[in-house]
């Protein structure tokens, strides 16, 4: 061989940016196909059918409904109380199934914004431990931090509390009554021993259609936060009075921020036996007063609840879903 003689490797073509996967279903004869994550005009999908997007909803929705219809612990309201509550009692009890059940399309409750429509999010201290444990950055003001907004601090915790395993969220349903039983631990007692529930939709149209009953999930202990504003706030405290298990509602007091936060936090407690009591519910309840636009005694009740609710599953004995001991 000529030491001028080049010899040339054989050209091998770059691979075309697509992925080649094997048939998922609804493709005849198991033929492949190709995505591409091309933005320059050839975006392309994988195919689908219809009816497999409603199957992929419908069999995990009911499959979930199915599976908590027995719960540990029911959440009614996914705002800042509800939620704080189950990031903490899924943290700790990674054991237990926590339901939470929020009325409106979108949980978050009033923690999507600060005061009057303006954005930022008023959390006093030492509630913004919190916020260092979830990665929420804000502004120290010296007795109180600032987040730019509050939808950073609702949108943050909300994604951990669905990203943990045991904790499922039923949004766009309604708590429309409790399941009120015989106390086993106390025969001339009752006892909250779950929840009632229907799509929203449904609750608010039961004056328009004929009769459309409920569905019912059962659990040793709920937690209610569900606020004292909007047209389902404070229910569990009304459900209460008009049962008969709590005499009147105290009747939420005016507004005195240094008042209302420690005690919404220190009067986090189980009111009646199986149901604890988290948030601003706490002031329609006992008469306390409102705080407005500072968010610190929500993130601090909610872990307060789940430290209570810690404590009556740690002393009880449940079967199916009920304390019996």
């Known amino acids: 061989m ?35 994550e091309d933005y320059q005009g050839n975006y392309q999908f994988a195919p689908i059918e219809e009816a497999q997007v409603s199957r992929a909803m419908i069999k995990r929705y009911f499959n979930t409904l199915y599976e908590r219809a027995i719960s540990d612990v029911v959440v009614i309201g996914a705002g800042s ?18 339901t939470i059940i929020e009325a409106s399309v979108a949980p978050g409750g009033g923690a999507w914004l600060g005061g009057q429509l303006m954005t930022p999010m008023v959390i006093r201290k030492p509630a913004e431990k919190f916020l260092e444990e979830i990665g929420v950055p804000y502004e120290d003001e010296g007795n109180f931090v600032v987040v730019k ?14 990203a943990m395993p ?3 969220l039923m949004n766009a349903t309604a708590v ?30 039961h004056d328009t259609q004929s009769c459309m009953d409920p569905n019912v999930i059962t659990a040793p202990v709920i937690i209610s ?17 008009s049962t008969g298990l709590v005499k009147e509602l105290g009747n939420m ?29 706490l002031s329609e309840h006992s008469g306390m007063n409102r705080m407005g636009p500072t968010f610190g005694a929500m993130i601090a009740s909610g872990k307060k609840a789940a430290i209570e609710a810690m404590k009556i599953l740690d002393k009880s004995k449940v079967v199916e879903g009920k304390i019996v001991a």
């Not at 990031?87 to 199934?97: E, I």
């Open 225 to 241: 936060a569900t606020g004292h504003d909007g047209p389902m706030g404070a229910f569990s405290a009304k459900r209460l009075v």
């Open 166 to 168: 045991n904790v499922v």
């Open 2 to 36: 000529s030491p001028s003689t080049v010899i040339i490797p054989p050209q091998v073509e770059e691979p075309a940016p697509v992925k080649l996967t094997a048939n998922g279903g609804g493709i005849p004869n198991g033929k492949l196909y190709k995505t591409n």
């Open 81 to 98: 109380a509800g939620l704080s509550c189950a990031y903490h009692l899924s943290k700790s009890r990674p054991d237990l199934k926590i």
């Open 176 to 205: 429309e009554d409790l399941i009120i039983l015989p106390d086993p631990l106390n025969p001339s007692s009752q006892r909250v021993a779950g929840v009632v529930t229907n799509w929203t939709l449904v609750a608010l149209n």
């Open 253 to 281: 007091r005016c507004l005195d921020m240094n008042r209302a936060e420690p005690n919404i936090v220190n009067g986090t407690r189980e009111v009646v036996p199986g149901l604890i009591m988290a948030g601003m519910e």
């Open 149 to 162: 907004h509050a939808a950073l601090f609702t949108s943050t915790l909300l994604s951990k509390v669905l």
